[in-house]
């Protein structure tokens, strides 16, 4: 374990360094400074403004708190809300974990580099918060615990740091929105995330993100996953936004273990997309799935996949599909790589559009043209995810749904 | 009614259909007979308004109203509908989604859905993404149930027995009948006459087979040969004649007996 001091070292060594991926960002242009918003009760939460709560809601926020086993609530800097309802649940901003408990050092940029680029070193620098989730060992969440990243205050720079922690044999389900206010136009956002799925246990982190027309977001990272673990990861995006690029990487460190990773994305024009997911299948018997489905809509998305089986008798497959619709480019790169006899890794990737037989199809059952594409596309984003609690599915299906009168 | 005149059809700049007359009257249904290739389904393409099938000539109507024109979908609306020979796949659309499709039903009345499954026996498949990896017979299963739900006064059924094994046939067959309103034993007390007169369903069938007339009473049969329609006459005579002289023959002997 690195001292403060020497990640801080390491970091500002890094502070000019650009990502590997995506355009270059000045992070001078957006405001990074602390904005002191009131912490909020139970009650406060509720009354919040409807147009906010309506951003919230499309991100997966249940304000009400009803089907949800905690709840992170994070407005531009402060922490405005953070609770447990579920008994061996830990939800704790990461500052305050940083300050008051030791074992986070296990974890604390264990995963991620600080010095892979300048988003990481500024967030080592210029943290400003983020959760803490964690399950104890054998404990199963009943309801998902649900975690908001919010920026209000225009070109405003959020800073944040997560730690994802399941313990050996326990279940964890999070929810995580991040989206913008209303008014919002600009703004960065940027990410670290950290999970560590331990011994026989499961851990699901579905993100729906709601960006605005001029953000930029970063996210870093990175999971490793022990013997007989399950990682399942949903990605859903389906908003304008300027510039994201995001690659999470996985290690399957534990025999048996296993990723899953599904992402969603619908463009918008002049947005930018570059997302992906990269899996290390480390040990005998693991296994890896990436699926991707993504639609143009104007927009320019580069939807990446990279899996590596370094040992025999592992097992992968990779899925990018894509629909150019209303314009725009996709551009799907799949990569597969075997370094032993004995690997199995397959990737099927297309890109197309709409079959006008299958139109006509729908159109001679009645529906009209335009009814008939909507149905093929919200057929096209709907996948079958496993292991995925009720309310999750709600959501991304509730955010599917919505992303159709964007696209018509 | 539906009521074609001189109907004249290219696909890709390639004649398919000469001069088809054809008339099938309220409660008629008519057998298509013909051998592959011959333009069979492109007909029902045509009738169901595909725009890849061009019209050159003639005309096509339906209820009175000139249909030569009209997009598929108000086709569909005004009473038409389609069993097809190879339906495409669509991926994501559960087949329980269509039958709510076919029947306009959007808001959830999932016994209907259900009870019309199971007289096909396809309530296993509901979940099932519409076609997806179906076998030929589940296919013609899949297809029957979505007219089932649509309700229409014209089907069109290309070729909806083949591949469907012999313990399906018989729902096939009756569903397909019942339709039509063209049972060969009719299950209710009214008489036979009473019957008729409220019939209005029409029909289309296209069978190679022939095993569809087991199960429903066909007023007409027709041979389409070589973008031809070669006669009109009784369909067993139809099915005799194609099975003990092939369908050159056939088509000539009918002519010359006309
Ligand atoms: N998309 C297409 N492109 C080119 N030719 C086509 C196309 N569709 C049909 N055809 C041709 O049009 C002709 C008529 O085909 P059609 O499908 O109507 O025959 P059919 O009578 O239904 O045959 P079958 O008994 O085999 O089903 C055939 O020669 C066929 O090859
Ligand atoms: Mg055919």
């Known amino acids: ?76 800097s402060r922490v405005i809300h953070c609770k447990s309802k579920q008994e061996g ?28 680029d300048k988003y990481t070193a500024t967030a080592e620098l210029n943290l400003q918060d983020g959760y803490v989730i964690r ?89 490793q996953v022990e013997e007989g673990g399950l990682f399942l990861n949903n990605y859903i995006c389906m908003k304008a936004v300027k510039s994201l690029q995001m690659y999470p990487t996985t290690h399957l460190v534990g025999d048996n273990s296993i990723a899953r990773f ?12 570059d997302i992906g997911g990269r899996v290390f299948l480390k040990k005998p018997g693991t296994r890896a799935e990436i699926i991707a489905r993504t639609i143009s809509n104007g927009g320019n998305i580069i939807a990446r996949g990279h899996l590596i089986g370094e040992v025999p008798g592992v097992k992968a497959h990779l899925e990018c599909k894509g629909l150019i619709l209303n314009g725009g480019r996709i551009h799907a790169i799949p990569e597969l790589e075997g370094h032993a006899e004995g690997v199995e890794m397959s990737h099927e990737a297309a890109v197309g559009k709409i079959a006008q037989e299958e139109i006509m199809y729908l159109m001679s059952r009645g529906l009209t043209e335009d009814e008939a594409v909507s149905t093929i596309v919200q057929g096209f984003l709907s996948l079958d995810i496993p292991d995925l609690p009720p309310q ?17 | 009614m539906l009521y074609i005149e001189d109907l004249e059809v290219e696909l890709e700049g390639k004649r398919i259909l000469r001069h088809i007359d054809l008339e099938i009257k309220p409660g008629e249904t008519h057998v298509l007979f013909g051998p592959n290739g011959s333009g069979k389904t492109s007909l029902l393409m045509t009738i169901m308004g595909y725009p890849q099938f061009k019209v050159v000539g ?59 499954a199971k007289r096909v026996n396809f309530v296993d498949f509901l979940d099932r993404d519409v076609n997806a990896g179906f076998s030929g017979g589940e296919i013609k299963r899949s297809e029957l149930l979505q007219l089932m739900a649509q309700n229409a006064d014209l089907m069109l059924f290309d070729e909806p027995e083949s591949g469907v094994d012999l313990e399906n046939i018989t729902l096939v067959g009756n569903s397909i009948a019942e339709l039509l309103e063209k049972q060969i034993r009719p299950e209710n007390e009214k008489s036979i006459i009473r019957q008729k007169q409220a019939r209005s369903k029409m029909g289309l069938i296209i069978t190679h087979t022939g095993y569809i007339l087991d199960y429903i009473i066909a007023d007409k049969g027709q041979v389409l040969y070589d973008g031809v329609l070669s006669c009109t006459t009784n369909p067993r005579e139809i099915l005799n004649c194609i099975g003990q002289m092939g369908y050159k023959e056939c088509v000539r002997c009918i002519v010359d007996k006309n």
């Open chain 2, 58 to 116: 003639g005309k096509i109507l339906f209820k009175g109203q000139d249909i030569t024109n009209m997009p598929i979908n108000e086709r569909a609306s005004l009473g038409i509908g389609m069993s097809y020979q190879r339906p495409p796949t669509i991926n994501g659309l559960k087949t329980r989604q269509m039958v709510k499709i076919c029947s306009k039903n959007k808001e959830e009345d999932e016994d209907k859905t259900v009870e019309l």
């Open chain 1, 262 to 273: 599904y992402s969603i994305i619908v463009g918008a024009p002049d947005s930018e997309y």
């Open chain 1, 89 to 116: 649940i830990e939800v704790i901003p990461i500052k305050q974990a940083l300050e008051k408990y030791d074992w986070i050092k296990d974890y604390y940029w264990k995963l991620v580099s600080v010095e892979t």
């Open chain 1, 1 to 76: 374990m690195y001292s403060r001091q020497e990640l801080r070292k390491k970091a500002q060594d890094a502070i000019g360094k650009p990502g590997t991926l995506g355009p270059d960002i000045n992070l001078e242009d957006f405001d990074k400074s602390d904005l002191p918003h009131p912490y909020l009760s139970d009650q406060e939460l509720m009354s919040l403004p409807k147009a906010e709560q309506e951003r919230l809601i499309m991100s997966g926020l249940d304000l009400t708190e009803k089907e949800r086993g905690g709840t992170f609530f994070q407005k531009d």
């Open chain 1, 135 to 223: 399950a104890l060992p054998g404990v199963k969440s009943i309801y998902p615990v649900q975690a908001s990243l919010y920026i209000d205050k225009n070109g405003h720079q959020q800073i944040v740091h997560n730690i994802i922690i399941a313990e050996e044999d326990s279940e964890l389900h999070i929810i995580t929105g991040c989206a913008t206010s209303p008014h919002l136009k600009k703004g960065a956002h940027i990410g670290i995330s950290e999970f560590f799925v331990k011994k026989n246990a499961k851990l699901s982190f579905t993100m729906i993100h709601n960006w605005a027309e001029d953000m930029i977001v970063r996210p870093r990272s990175v999971a």
């Open chain 1, 392 to 408: 999750l599915k709600a959501e991304i299906d509730k955010a599917i749904e919505a992303s159709d009168k964007d696209m018509m």
